[in-house]
């Protein structure tokens, strides 16, 4: 049989800065600076508030520190579960396309960059660790063609572990025996549900990905210190991925290894909203500019959009401000009604606002024509009050270049002022010149 986990392990634990391309190390640092963005603002929430509580708590006097928290220093696990979640607090972080069931950012930088703190490294260790820990998630998360959600299971709550334990590995110093057993341990710590989709408890999707962090930092210390997990954990018989998936591609979790360099498939997000519902907002965004009507004149809303997006996506009455963001209809709404881009317009207010909550209702969300337009595209059909019939396409609606600056202040200048915000994004530029990561969180 062949042993991919073994592969992927040594793949991880051999990878260093100096084989990176510079487009690579480009596309790491913009996913580290906008998991750093995510991670402050989420910082805030009350639920993220929670969790920030609890890893101050239980895991006082390190040297990592909780992004956004005052320069809270705790030990390295808790740091890793506290920046996971507070990254996905809000719908902010990074994913792939195609998609995976991976995300880059908040599964992979926070364990990376707490271990950084703990042992001294710098900001080309992270950036390599980054890279090594994510090569591995997302070819697993590739493996699974998405089925351990169809299973009922949150995907990155069970890749996550996976790129968290290697990140954390990677900086560690693993070797591959070393590196092979942190992967073994981190299948035993994959979880999460998706029931929070069916209509309450949302806050629980957010712990999934700091669970994922926390993860990956226990997983790779114990493999340091000697413990041994099976190495065969992805394609055994009893392995992850015949275990949580309906079906599976053990091709995919080596296809490239080596050759390509999957981490170029992360894509940021444009508004704090479920990933299935950006081309939508986009589409109805770029109509609302063009045309010049105003979300009170809209009769009704049609969106066309994959199979799995009407399944899980067309909530009509969302319960809390989670399910809201996970709507398609509120989130098209509400982007009729308010500056979508500004992760402050989706709050309670927004939630009880009766004209969104009426328009929301007025959406229909319906599946694209058969074999056609797969993925997250979106065509979008407006009627108004005076007979105009406007449509739309956007293919995703994710950020482009040139607007990572713009997202990164949006996110970060209420905690850290407009100049604070200007300076750390322009620190974060040249990370690869850090010779310590000391300062990251040290701060407001």
Known sequence: MAQETVRLAEYAAALRY??????VVRRAKECIADTVAAAICGSALPWSRIVIRYAKRTGPAGKSYILGSGGAAVQANAAALANGALAHAFELDSLT???????????????ALAVAQEVGSSGRDLTAAFVAGNEVMIRIGRATGHT???????????????GAAVAAGHLLG????????????AGSLCGGLLEFARGDGGMVKRLHLGRASEAG??????AADGFEGPRTVLEGEFGFLKVFCTKWDEAELTRGLGEAFVVSSTVLKRYACHATAHAAVRAVRDLQAEHGFKGEEVEAITVTGAERMVERHNILEPADLMLAQYSIPFCVALALHREARDPESFDEVALR?????ALCRRVRLVPEPSGEH????????????DGRRLEGRAEGGMLEPGELEDKFRRLTRRALGEGGAAALFERLQRLENEPDLGWLG???
Not at 18 to 23: F, H, I, K, R, T
Not at 174 to 185: Q, S
Not at 353 to 357: E, G, I, M, S, T
Request: charged letters at 10%.
């Open 18 to 23: 100096q084989d990176l391309p510079a487009e």
């Open 97 to 111: 396309r195609p998609g995976a069931g991976a995300h880059p950012g908040a599964t992979v930088l926070p364990p």
């Open 148 to 162: 351990n959600e169809a299973r009922g299971f949150h995907a990155p709550g069970t890749t996550g572990p996976f």
């Open 174 to 185: 693993l070797g591959p025996a070393a590196m092979t057993n942190a992967l073994g341990i």
């Open 217 to 222: 930092v226990l997983a790779a210390s114990l």
């Open 353 to 357: 606002d009766p004209q969104v909550r």
């Open 374 to 385: 797969a993925g997250m595209a979106s065509t979008v059909t407006i009627a108004l009050a």
């Open 442 to 444: 040290a701060g407001p």
